[in-house]
């Protein structure tokens, strides 16, 4: 199968006067987790269940959004199980942020305040140091819990099929 290339996702739009599951064909997969917190009534759904403050807290809300892909799926709903896809990702990629660095910073400098593209790909390459636990925290084994969810979303065959429908 021919891997899924994504477009940059559109931000320009009034996602506000958008209801995705009115009009799916107006939604755009996008790269990653972009967009998830624009595209509604999903982002409404989701949004209550996600939480990463421990890995137990984790595990009931991967659980949760897990369930409400499968629930999405029964309704062939590609943009409610895109959506739970990035919230399951969009969960591991903060836990294992704030795993690794325990105030959720990177970077020593904020890349954002720089002035110039040269200071901000300088303060790209300026990043504060692991937390020494980064792998066995808390917070490690909530992104560990998030990933394994997250994979199951994205390696879903009927998930799979549709999004290659949803490219075409």
């Not at 084994?141 to 065959?157: G, V």
Request: no cysteine; charged share 35%.
């Amino acid at each position: 199968m021919k891997k899924y290339t994504s477009k940059t996702f559109n931000y320009s739009r009034d996602y506000s006067k958008i209801d995705f599951r009115k009009n799916p064909e107006m939604y755009q997969v996008g790269r990653g987790e972009q967009g998830v917190l624009l595209v509604e009534p999903y982002k409404s759904e989701i949004l209550p269940y996600w939480r990463f403050r421990t890995a137990e807290i984790a595990r009931g809300s991967a659980e949760q959004i897990f369930v409400l892909f499968k629930n999405y799926k029964k309704e062939k709903d590609f943009v409610g199980m895109d959506m739970a896809r990035k919230f399951l990702q969009m969960g591991y990629t903060r836990s294992r942020r704030y795993a690794n660095h325990k105030d959720g910073r990177k970077y020593l400098k904020n890349p954002q305040r720089e002035n110039s593209k040269k200071a901000e790909k300088s303060a790209r390459q300026k990043i504060r140091p692991l937390e020494k636990d980064f792998l066995t925290s808390d917070k490690a084994e909530a992104a560990r819990i998030f990933y394994a969810y997250y994979q199951k979303a994205k390696t879903d065959s009927v998930y799979r099929r549709l999004r290659e429908l949803k490219k075409n």
